[in-house]
């Protein structure tokens, strides 16, 4: 065989050289779009023959004879899907955020697939928080990757949430608000989606006016590609949040004061049976309509972490004490209210958001996630869920039920959502925090599971929903593939060693056998408890504010044993020459593995100081410094380091100063966040240029207290540290570094002495 042709996925990567030009080269406007779709791809689409069937169900064929592939399908995601996956199980084609593998397409044996059918009508992805931990910088470009990848994992219900600030500024425009107030009342460009849920409102503003012209720009081209291909992008709708200054003009409107989400000032919700409400929701989605075209999704969540004010006066919806950090929250006063009371004001609320979507778009779906039925089970018992539901029509409304690794079953409890339209999945990427980790056999079984349930209701869909890209591209790849069931009756190794082959070109039984320990070593973890630790974020204990309970660090997740092992497999079972997503997941594989020990170092500097034990304390403090410097500078070829994100949020500003705003709202996004409650390192990622330039600076601080402390035989001053920690944190953002990325020449050679490193008691 032809030595595979590589390319790079994502531009801002670097991991792939491009070896031949003019697979990605522009067809012709007639041309049919699935096979753009894989010529962008880096398919030779020129040599498959492409037919789209309609059918009342998602499908697709392949048969090749005579050397000749071709693909018939449902859709143009079905074709592009069908023709990816069956490459992939001919070990031709891998795709991945971290790059793609592309061999020719000679020698291909004959067969038949015969017809492959997905269980769900729709394959849904993304979430309303990608589009701050993810994509607020991302160019048309990495659109276009990401929309072609959509298409190879068969997804043709996407979340399509940029350029709709441009839309919004055009309604309360209208309403009277000038554009400096306008922009003072939105949130910096990493936390819109919040703005937009109504958590906060004004965040770091004011928003830019040049980002919202480039996001409007971008978001014509996402829709254009998106319908292009076939997919039915869920848009946005007004859910009846507004700013201040739109309260303060009508002091007469039902407009409520809502609660402080984690620290931030109150936001100001309309009340969908104020008249206000149904005039602004209508025009919303008529602005959107003339500036982006129509849809059939619009989702809007008007609850995400918010209690709904259910009492007559509203007063209840300031008084709840809900909040991400504090899952399923103690008892409010909106709680305690009579059933019926509660009853009757959430079955009014979703008649009114139902009929606010649908009045400007009589024919469309009404969609909403469902993260706040298994975050506030308090609030959101089955009787006020189907409350809330109960006078929407089952087919005009999507419920996504987004939870189900961390709050699974509500499904069951809630009656399949009291018989609306529903899609199951999973978050699995909180905050676009990295750890290594997913459950491939808990997928299989658990979609097994929910195929065979008699309850499923009107199970509509299946879809993944990040809050963060660009980890654990193996976990979404093989879930993707188990939607469309072609997987599902196979175990797990079986699967992996096709997707090792076509990943790096070639799988011997040695290195297909390492991989079955990495699974059992790292992906056999459903939800990753670490990262809220007694309501701290961050993945690791490295990644978090430091504490004195961190001599109380509980083990993590998974078996660090067996990853071990299985990165000892991979390396024996090395290629001469390692195809560099091979040297990638290695590394990969090795920094979580580092990580989880050097946890175990800050635990032992934390327990000795604590302890007295000055000599104890500083090994091991000496030692965890060493850790955290190795893994920083062996992790420079990774997809993305905190120089990356920087210099992509800089070449989004036209001025000096607007670039400078920019980089201190990338910075921030990925490490303070904001507030008051517990959302510090909530994104914390394992990035090179935050192990050695932020994450270990503040545990210095903190352990260098510590042990001054100890040594003169006094308590230590914890909180005083804290504040300085904090105190530090504020410079860190503003101290205009750019922490441009730095390459390791010979990773393989690093990341054995890192394991070296990693390996000592």
């Not at 319908?227 to 303060?248: C, H, N, Q, T």
């Not at 620290?263 to 025009?283: H, I, M, N, Q, V």
């Not at 992790?635 to 120089?643: D, F, H």
């Not at 921030?668 to 394992?686: F, H, P, Q």
Request: glycine share 10%.
């Amino acid at each position: 065989m032809a030595p595979a042709v590589k390319r790079p996925f994502l531009p801002c990567s670097g991991l792939l050289l491009l070896a031949a030009a003019g697979a990605a080269q522009a067809h012709s406007p007639d041309s049919h779009p699935a096979r753009d779709s894989l010529g962008r791809l880096g398919i030779p689409a020129g040599r498959i023959a492409l037919t789209i069937r309609p059918a009342a169900k998602p499908y697709y064929r392949v048969r090749v004879a005579a050397g000749r592939m071709t693909v018939e399908g449902s859709s143009a995601v079905a074709l592009v899907h069908g023709a990816a996956h069956y490459l992939q199980q001919q070990g031709r084609l891998s795709l991945s955020w971290e790059g793609r593998r592309v061999a020719p397409l000679t020698g291909l044996p004959a067969g038949d697939t015969g017809p492959v059918g997905s269980a769900f009508a729709l394959r849904t992805y993304l979430n309303t928080c990608t589009f701050g931990y993810t994509t607020p910088w991302w160019t048309w470009q990495r659109w276009s990757n990401e929309i072609d990848w959509m298409a190879a994992r068969g997804i043709d219900t996407p979340l399509a949430m940029e350029g709709q600030d441009y839309v919004w500024r055009a309604l309360w425009r209208e309403q009277g608000l000038d554009d400096a107030t306008i922009a003072q009342g939105m949130s910096a460009a990493p936390f819109l989606p919040w703005q937009r849920m109504g958590n906060i409102a004004g965040y770091r503003a004011p928003l830019s006016p040049g980002w919202i012209e480039k996001k409007h720009q971008l978001q014509r081209r996402i829709l254009t590609r998106m319908r292009e291909l076939g997919m039915k992008p869920i848009l946005p709708a007004f859910s009846g949040y507004v700013p201040k200054a739109f309260a303060d003009q009508h002091p007469k409107a039902r407009i409520y004061r809502m609660r402080a989400w984690e620290g931030f000032a109150p936001t100001y919700w309309l009340d969908p049976s104020d008249p206000l409400f149904a005039t602004l929701a209508k025009r919303f989605t008529q602005l959107y309509t003339r500036t982006y075209g129509a849809g059939d999704y619009y989702l809007a969540d008007a609850f995400n972490e918010m209690v709904p004010p259910i009492a007559e006066d509203g007063s209840d919806a300031s008084a709840a004490t809900y909040g991400d950090s504090i899952a399923n929250s103690a008892a409010t006063r909106a709680a305690a209210l009579p059933a019926a009371v509660r009853d009757a004001r959430l079955a009014g609320y979703g008649e009114k958001l139902f009929q606010s979507v649908t009045a400007a778009a009589p024919n469309a779906t009404w969609v909403m996630q469902g993260w706040l039925f298994g975050a506030d089970k308090t609030f959101w018992t089955p009787e006020a869920i189907r409350a809330f539901l109960s006078r929407v029509p089952n087919q005009r409304m999507l419920v996504l039920d987004i939870g189900n690794d961390r709050y699974p079953g509500i499904w069951q409890t809630s009656g399949a959502f009291d018989g609306k339209t529903w899609v199951y999945g999973y978050v699995h990427n909180y905050g676009g925090s990295n750890p290594v980790y997913g459950d491939l056999g808990f997928y299989r079984a658990d979609l097994a599971a929910l195929a065979a349930s008699p309850a499923r209701g009107n199970l509509t869909g299946f879809g993944l929903f990040p809050e963060g890209l660009h980890s654990n591209s193996v976990a979404y790849t093989y879930a993707y593939d188990l939607a469309w069931g072609e997987d599902s009756r196979r175990p797990v190794a079986d699967w992996i060693a096709e997707y090792a082959r076509a990943r790096y070109g070639a799988a011997s039984p040695g290195l297909v056998a390492a991989w079955g320990k990495v699974i059992a070593g790292a992906y056999s973890t459903r939800y990753w408890t670490p990262r809220w630790w007694r309501n701290t974020a961050g993945a690791y204990l490295f990644f978090k504010r430091p504490t004195l309970a961190a001599a109380d660090y509980p083990a993590a997740p998974g078996d660090a044993a067996a990853l071990r092992a299985g990165i000892a497999g991979l390396l024996a079972n090395a290629p001469k020459q390692p195809a560099p997503l091979f040297t990638y997941d290695l590394v990969d594989f090795a920094r979580h593995y580092a990580s989880l020990k050097l946890d175990a170092r800050l635990c032992g500097a934390v327990a000795a100081y604590a302890a007295g034990d000055v000599a104890k304390g500083d090994a091991a403090a000496a030692s965890a410094a060493r850790l955290a410097q190795e893994i920083d500078a062996l992790i420079g070829n990774q997809q993305e380091t905190l120089g990356s994100w920087i210099a992509d949020a800089r070449a989004y500003g036209d001025t000096p100063a607007e670039k400078d705003a920019f980089e201190q709202q990338a910075k921030a996004i990925v490490t303070v966040w904001g507030g008051e409650g517990n959302l510090s390192d909530y994104a914390s990622r394992a990035w090179q240029g935050l192990y050695a330039g932020y994450y270990l600076p503040r545990w210095q601080i903190f352990l260098t207290a510590q042990r001054k402390a100890a040594l003169a035989h006094q308590p230590f001053d914890e909180a005083a540290t804290t504040t300085a920690v904090k105190a530090w944190e504020q410079g860190w953002l503003k101290d205009g570094r750019l922490w441009p990325r730095h390459r390791p020449a010979t990773p393989l050679a690093s990341l054995g002495r890192l394991l070296a490193d990693a390996d000592q008691p």
